[in-house]
């Protein structure tokens, strides 16, 4: 460390240790939740969700379906023309 970042400690007050953290007293455990309570508060979750229609889930897994060929082929091309190459330079 040099001396000019040690005066910038200094001056930040960086270089004496810290007060220790205090930390929070753990919060009192709430009593279990029964099926049926965790079956309507998920109902009630799953109601917020902004669904998307079946004409969006099927554009988007025709651009996944296309985006992955096009990356498997480049990856496959790529690996064949490196493996082409090292058996040309080698053999």
Known sequence: MNRQTKRMMQR???DR???PERRPAP???RERT???EFVAEVRGE???VAWPTRHEVVNSSIIV???VTVMTT???GFDYLSAKFVLFLFD
């Open 17 to 19: 240790p810290r007060a």
């Open 65 to 67: 379906l296309i985006a």
């Open 46 to 48: 799953m109601r917020k």
């Open 74 to 76: 480049l990856i496959f």
């Open 12 to 14: 930040q007050g960086a």
């Open 27 to 29: 919060a009192q455990a």
């Open 34 to 36: 029964s099926p049926k």
